[in-house]
């Protein structure tokens, strides 16, 4: 597959444009619903994005704005799902946590741990995926710990189904880190217990992923086989108390962030904000001049 | 004829007769006693995939609605209701965005009620009308041969999701095959008599033949109300005259039973002359016993 990264680059930019506009109207208090905003995930959204093809289907958790966002035309298609219009593709009746457009690869979205898992399931094993169609199933290290996670490797093994299970590791479930609340889980092993392929991708770097994400389905496809893409990450929108505690985001606004051409770039430490690693990678210039031309073409005006 | 062979034969022929792709999937449910024969010989069928499965509740409920999403029918087979309390997430929460998007497919339990008693407190669980009330969900109790022929016929592949339940007792018993003298949506009546009207609420067919002893059919009326999640009942209402005498059987033990609805129709109303025997929750009552109402006890 002949891959446009100009392409690649602009969808990863404006996915985070689109959620710096959505968290802008959550300070203005446009939305009714709670909205889990995946700001530091839009790498592993714009990869699968790219990754999908023929009739590839996506089944998410309730953060998933950042693959809605991928996918859709536009903003506004967006925005209006979440203040509930009946003109939204449906009609505001999904909210935000079971948010998910059919026209879309994305057929269904959960706001129960892990119960996007046994739809997934269900689907990859209904047999009439076509021979080149996968199913990535999104989920998180909190819902791995929910025995579902487990009975759905399990299945999928068994059944030889043709799914890649997305792990979106942001170390926090809700207001507790992994540390606080249960020992660690090694994924790989667990996933070599089931004799499932894995694989870890932790450097933000959208190109990598979508050469990962090809890999591994590629695989999947060839051997009917499930993968694991464990995906490390940090969900951006954190801030810490004047004793130093980080207090994480989970959900609603971001409050130390605004919409605006230099806060595109959210964080400049280490791998966490795939931007910054694109920006390292294309030049800050032309980083710039891409935000630039996105700003231009949705008519933003920045705070 | 046993319960479980006509089941099993009209499984077999609604599925046939359809043609359209179903799968049939669940613990056993194609090796061994194929449980208590319910799924028997039903490989060979064109439009039909049979797989037994893992034991994983919670998923194998959930998955049903992934497959509906391509077009697909299919049903979960589980030996025991209790099995259905693990997936009542779906049951809830996956249900209520498949009733938004409105497929054309189906998919749903068909489960065995474990009712025979002696097996333990943990197979003491006979709720099925809160089991229909915590998702809003159809849920058919299957007991007689019109029960087969008639509700499966209609609900098998309605487009809705839902649950059929058969008595572990009744599935190894002879087929009941009085004929009903009338039904209206999913409530039958048997017999045509005015003397005493028995409404069986739950899982109260198993009471079905025993009570058959003690009446004259033909001087009383039985009416099975076979949907757990029946809130019309006025087929009941207006078919017994005023003054009538009304006996009420529910044998589900759940606070919330589906003779209490009835109730609360009928009560205000001021009609009826009113016995009410419905199954409380005891302890000294559950399995290892005969865990069933003795209707002797209380005067039948």
Redesign the interface.
């Known amino acids: 597959m002949t891959l446009n990264v100009n392409q690649v680059f602009i969808s990863m930019i404006r996915n985070r444009i689109y959620q710096l506009l959505i968290n802008e109207k959550i300070r203005e208090k446009k939305f009714l619903v709670p909205i889990h905003l995946a700001m530091g995930h839009e790498a592993i959204a714009t990869a699968i994005k790219f990754s999908c093809i023929n009739n590839d289907s996506v089944f998410c958790t309730h953060r998933n704005l950042h693959y809605n966002v991928a996918f859709s035309k536009s903003f506004l298609s967006e925005y209006n799902e979440l203040i509930l219009s009946k003109d939204s593709n449906s009609q505001g009746k999904l909210g935000s946590m079971n948010l998910f457009d059919s026209n879309t690869p994305i057929k269904y979205s959960s706001s129960i741990l892990g119960n996007n898992l046994a739809v997934a399931c269900g689907y990859a094993f209904s047999g009439k995926l076509g021979n080149n169609s996968i199913v990535y199933a999104v989920t998180g290290d909190g819902a791995i710990e929910e025995g579902i996670f487990y009975e759905s490797l399990l299945f999928a093994k068994s059944m030889g189904l043709k799914i890649i299970f997305i792990v979106e590791n942001n170390s926090w479930s809700l207001a507790t880190k992994i540390i606080e609340r249960r020992s660690p889980i090694d994924l790989k092993k667990l996933s070599d217990s089931f004799d499932i392929e894995y694989t870890n991708l932790k450097t933000n770097d959208v190109v990598e992923y979508v050469n990962a994400i090809n890999l591994a389905r590629n695989h999947v496809v060839t051997e009917s086989l499930p993968h694991i893409i464990e995906v490390n990450l940090s969900t951006l929108g954190y801030m810490y108390t004047e004793e130093g505690r980080c207090i994480n985001y989970h959900a609603g606004l971001a409050k130390n962030i605004s919409l605006s051409v230099d806060d595109v770039i959210l964080s400049r430490k280490d791998n966490e904000d795939p931007l910054y690693i694109l920006s390292k990678f294309i030049g800050s210039e032309a980083f710039e001049i891409l935000v630039s031309d996105i700003f231009k073409e949705e008519n933003l005006v920045p705070r | 004829m046993k319960l479980v062979d006509h089941l099993n034969n009209k499984l077999r022929s609604i599925v046939c007769s359809s043609n359209a792709e179903t799968?049939f999937y669940g613990q056993n449910i194609n090796a061994g006693s194929c449980l208590g024969g319910l799924t028997k010989n039903l490989n060979n069928i064109d439009n039909l995939?049979i797989l037994n499965?893992?034991n994983?509740e919670?998923?194998?409920?959930?998955?049903?609605?992934?497959?509906?999403?391509?077009?697909?029918n299919?049903y979960y087979f589980m030996k025991q209701l209790d099995f259905l309390l693990l997936g009542i997430?779906?049951l809830v929460?996956?249900l209520n965005?498949f009733r938004?998007?409105k497929l054309n497919t189906t998919n749903g339990i068909f489960c065995i009620l474990s009712d025979k008693g002696y097996e333990g407190p943990q197979s003491s669980f006979n709720s099925v009308s809160s089991i229909s009330s915590i998702g809003n969900l159809d849920f058919f109790q299957l007991a007689t041969a019109a029960d087969v022929d008639i509700l499966l016929e209609k609900h098998f592949f309605s487009n809705k999701f839902k649950v059929f339940c058969v008595s572990q007792t009744l599935l190894s018993s002879n087929l009941i095959t009085l004929e009903p003298s009338n039904f209206q949506d999913d409530i039958f009546k048997y017999g045509l008599g005015r003397d005493l009207n028995i409404i069986l609420f739950g899982n109260s067919m198993i009471y079905f033949e025993e009570i058959i002893k003690e009446i004259d059919i033909n001087k009383c009326a039985i009416y099975s109300v076979n949907n757990q999640n029946q809130n019309n009942f006025e087929f009941i209402i207006d078919d017994i005259p005023i003054g009538g005498n009304i006996l009420i059987v529910d044998d589900d033990r759940s606070l919330n039973k589906t003779s209490d609805r009835f109730l609360r129709k009928v009560l205000h109303l001021n009609k009826f002359s009113l016995k009410i025997i419905q199954r409380e929750f005891l302890l000294s009552d559950l399995s290892p016993g005969p865990d069933r109402l003795m209707l002797k006890d209380i005067g039948l």
């Open positions: 799968i995939r499965t893992q994983s919670n998923l194998l409920t959930g998955i049903g609605f992934g497959i509906s999403l391509n077009n697909i299919s997430d779906h929460n996956t965005i938004l998007m």
